[in-house]
């Protein structure tokens, strides 16, 4: 077993931990309080993550749909409104021109770094462009203020910054309803990366796109973080994106972060129980092996089990699962999880069928 | 010989929007034809991206929207006679459908089982409401969950693996021959996802219900069906065994799509290992 | 949940509520007065004319010899009255022809929204005062509720059925239609929780434009006279010149109980429609809409 493990190549690979990351999450916990006509609810979105995204890599985030990865990154781009509230711990940025805690930040100095330093790539191309003008608008409107380019100038910067991303200056003229939606994904990532931002979150960027289309923008999204070295936050729930697109990979489950660690080591040796079952699980053509779901379902976040979170679900429980949630920690180099089972012999975590 | 389950037949859709001036046509299926053995229940796959004709082509053979031509036959009789109530209720105790959103197939303010028991008092004889809650619980018990775990929930109560599996014993009441299933899983996560998948099989292989399985998703399709259609702009661009077609498709739309799906084992395959660096960027 | 718990919740929790009830309260107190009278409400010179508000005559009296106090717990319970009736009345023709327009769509759509659409465009008053002077005598209170009903759905009626066309497309609406329900299940059942906040505030604001159009035609003296209401009163005090002859009393006291009406009914649609909203009820319930 433990050759096994060692078989995997390691030192040269993982990169050598930088001075300061790009982004450290420090246990933070953000939660939806909700009050209404006396009825209280606490939903504990995110329950004490830590992470750290370093410079010019691209990190997933995979999770369900309750798992809290979207108030994650909501947290992480600023944009807390009630009933989200950020209860405890840090979200802070190392950019180039000085460390930020975002959290400390007035409204003024987070509309000054969002665009510039701060980039958000949403799902949904549509609302962001306004349907009744033409494309070029949408890039004056929200680009116009973040540089200092005007004019005739900015129209120049526009059509380098397209040319650059292989896209054709036409586009400008175009309404966002004559573009297809594969095009219209590629224009709303040309507007958020104009700026050459230094972190860029994407946020379920090709999940609305057809088969076809989903390939060209995930390799448009590559080549952006190469050309200007910037951080990219990726976040989807499709495993076979994460296993082509991103260097590191964070996996989530009911609000909190259970294994991270390179995205190749993650999906060849899982080392959480609920991830070795989201990758043994994939539906693969060619492979006719019969999957099994995972029994039961994810908790609800307004009243999680005791423990870790996942032992309802989890064919290795052990009576301490039950008691106590584990911490998250490094097993192998890079490589973190939150399960006792894994800590104590990581051995008998393994895909199951 | 008994006739076909389901005979489609050179279907056409048109829709045209806009008034006398500027008339739109939008060919949404184009000429396909298709058929299912009345005695051998399989699982059959009808792919397709958006703007494909799938979504129609289903809706024509729930017998919701009317072919612009050509005919839809299920055990020989044509859809378009299937008019009167009595004749609607009779057709859908014997196809019956499964949404893609299973958030948003239940009413949000209704409990869940008001569904179930209606179907059993209005496609089966069980006109008393113990009868209809045994018939109900029959259903769930297939689905792998009993009338105990359902009865006074509502869909908010429940996740969206569990509000699949009581849209499928819904559809189950009434024992259909043919269960028509839009996007089943593109809604549910990951971790609940094959369970519904396998669902589907167990249907066909001992209930001998025969599934028509719509999805823009190549592996599920791959791991579920018999057979399969490729649709494109509402045509059939390739059909055939579903393993043969997707191991080695022979149209140019089929094989782009089999390369744009993305594959956790390829993705390694040749990366040159540089940081994970992924065969993606080309 | 029980009334009385929503009651309470709304209570403690929705100052509009509890000052939209008290004023509500308030108006229904004076109206049920009205079965305590002394006097028959259509009798003059019971009492002496143009007694300023006293210990006697608390709110005074008229120049046709009425105590004002009493006449007025007779007209705001015609007024209510007549508000309730035709709000109740138009509500059902404005679900009823809404909803299964939205629902059903195609030409049974198209043949009830263009009757909608006639109700939409037609000029009420002129209408109303048509009526008035076509039927003359047989212009009872009763008539005048229901023309007015039938003159009071179409808006309505428009908005509730664009919910209902949105409901259609959702997924539940299939669901129920493969369940094998009826069109009038689905209809009722189904859709009609998702658009009670709807109903309750339009009841609100049409009891409140229905009292309007009363107040209105009464003054003008375009309603039957012999039955004691706001409108009646304020046209009587008009017809006695009342303001010129400083019997402020006789038109003030009404003016003010129909406007605290208005005010409480406006604040119970605002904090109802909080509380009956799906998506309110919805989170409440521990949901997502």
């Known amino acids: 077993m433990i050759a096994e493990l060692r078989s995997i190549p390691s030192s040269d690979v993982v990169k050598a931990p930088q001075a300061v990351p790009l982004l450290s999450v420090d246990g933070l916990k953000a939660y939806y309080k909700v009050k209404l006509f006396g009825i209280d609810r606490e939903v504990r979105a995110v329950d004490d993550v830590s992470l750290k995204i370093n410079r010019n890599e691209i990190y ?185 697109l991103t260097d590191r990979l964070g996996i989530m489950y009911a609000g909190r972060l259970v294994e991270e660690g390179r995205t190749r080591d993650v999906f060849k040796r899982p080392l959480h129980p609920y991830t070795a079952h989201l990758i043994s699980s994939l539906p693969r053509i060619g492979d006719e092996a019969p999957k099994k779901g995972l029994e039961g379902s994810p908790p609800s976040l307004a009243d999680p089990p005791p423990g870790c979170r996942f032992h309802p679900r989890c064919p290795l429980a052990i009576d301490i699962c039950r008691r106590e949630a584990p911490p998250m920690v490094e097993i192998l180099p890079g490589h973190r999880t939150a399960c006792h089972v894994a800590q104590a012999d990581p051995a008998r975590v393994r895909p199951v069928a | 010989m008994r006739p076909n389950l389901l005979e489609v037949e050179h279907v056409n859709k048109i829709f045209t929007r806009g008034g006398f001036v500027s008339r739109r046509v939008n060919h949404a299926v184009n000429d396909v034809s298709f058929s299912l053995a009345a005695d051998k229940p399989e699982v059959f796959t009808i792919i397709g991206e958006s703007g494909s004709g799938k979504t129609t082509l289903a809706g024509m053979i729930l017998n919701s929207l009317p072919p612009t031509s050509g005919q839809i036959r299920f055990r020989g009789k044509d859809l378009r006679e299937i008019r009167s109530r009595r004749a609607r209720l009779e057709f859908m105790s014997h196809v019956q459908a499964i949404f893609q959103n299973p958030f948003d197939a239940f009413n949000p303010l209704k409990r869940i089982d008001r569904y179930l028991f209606s179907a059993a008092q209005r496609f089966t004889e069980c006109r008393t409401s113990e009868k209809a809650a045994e018939r109900a619980d029959e259903a769930l018990h297939k689905v792998g969950l009993s009338l105990a775990e359902v009865r006074g929930r509502y869909p908010h109560e429940m996740s969206g693996g569990q509000l699949q599996r009581v849209a499928i014993a819904r559809a189950l009441v009434s024992n259909p021959s043919l269960i028509v299933a839009d996007e089943p899983v593109s809604m549910i996560d990951a971790s609940l996802r094959m369970t519904v998948i396998n669902l589907f099989k167990k249907l066909r292989d001992e209930f001998g219900v025969s599934i028509i399985y719509i999805t823009h998703d190549l592996a599920t399709a791959y791991y579920i069906s018999d057979r399969l259609i490729i649709m494109q702009k509402g045509r059939v661009v390739e059909g055939g065994d579903a393993r043969t077609v997707l191991a080695a498709p022979q149209h140019p739309y089929s094989i782009k799509l089999r390369q744009a799906v993305l594959s956790v084992d390829d993705a390694w395959r040749d990366s040159s290992f540089t940081g994970g660096m992924p065969a993606i960027a080309t | 949940m029980s009334t009385l718990r929503i009651l309470r919740d709304l209570l403690r929790y929705n100052g509009e509520f509890a000052v939209g009830l008290m004023l509500v309260l308030i108006v229904l107190a004076v109206a049920g007065c009205s079965f305590f009278s002394p006097y028959p409400p259509m009798d003059v010179y019971v009492v002496p004319p143009d007694v300023p508000p006293s210990w006697e005559y608390p709110l005074g009296t008229t120049s046709r010899g009425q105590d004002v106090f009493w006449q007025l717990t007779f007209a705001i319970r015609n007024t209510l009255l007549f508000g309730i009736v035709v709000a109740a009345l138009s509500r059902v023709i404005s679900l009823l022809v809404g909803l299964i327009s939205g629902y059903k769509g195609g030409w049974v759509d198209r043949i009830l929204m263009s009757i909608n659409d006639t109700f939409v465009v037609v000029p009420l008053f002129p209408i109303l005062v048509l009526f008035y002077f076509i039927m003359r005598d047989e212009m009872t209170w009763a008539m005048l509720a229901i023309i007015t009903a039938l003159l009071g759905w179409a808006y309505d ?109 406006f604040l119970l649609a605002i904090s109802m429609n909080e509380y009956i909203d799906p998506r309110s009820r919805l989170s409440r319930l521990g949901g997502q809409a």
């Open chain 1, 60 to 244: 997933g985030l995979a999770g369900e749909s309750s798992s809290g990865k979207t108030s994650l990154i909501k947290t992480i781009a600023g944009a807390i409104r009630p009933p989200l509230r950020v209860v405890e711990g840090s979200v802070r940025f190392a950019f180039k021109d000085g460390e930020r805690d975002i959290y400390k930040l007035s409204p003024h100095e987070l509309s000054a770094i969002r665009w510039s330093h701060l980039s958000y790539i949403m799902q949904g191309s549509m609302s962001v462009l306004n349907p009744v003008r033409r494309i070029k608008h949408a890039f004056a409107d929200f680009a116009l203020p973040h540089v200092s380019a005007k004019g005739a100038d900015f129209t120049r910067l526009v059509e380098r910054h397209l040319k650059r991303l292989h896209l054709d200056p036409a586009v400008l003229q175009a309404y966002p309803h004559e573009l297809s939606g594969g095009m219209r994904q590629r224009v709303t990532i040309a507007l958020a990366t104009i700026c050459s931002p230094e972190f860029i979150i994407a946020d379920e960027p090709t999940t609305a796109l057809d088969v076809i289309v989903q390939k060209g923008v995930l390799s448009m999204i590559r080549e952006i973080q190469q050309e200007f070295g910037s951080s990219v936050l990726f976040v989807t729930h499709d495993m076979a994106v994460h296993a082509n």
């Open chain 3, 157 to 265: 009626a428009r908005l509730i059925r664009s919910i209902a066309m949105s409901l259609r497309t959702r997924e539940f609406t299939r669901q129920a239609v493969f369940s094998g329900m009826s069109t009038g299940k689905i209809v009722f059942q189904e859709h009609l929780p998702f658009v009670l906040p709807i109903v309750f505030s339009t009841t609100m604001n049409n009891i409140n434009w229905s009292i309007g159009i009363e107040v209105t035609l009464s003054v003008l003296g375009f309603t039957d006279i012999n039955t004691p209401t706001i409108g009646g009163m304020i046209y009587w005090a008009n017809q006695h010149t009342a303001m010129v002859s400083g019997i402020w009393w006789w038109i003030t006291f009404p003016i003010m109980l129909v406007i605290m009406l208005f005010i409480g009914l």
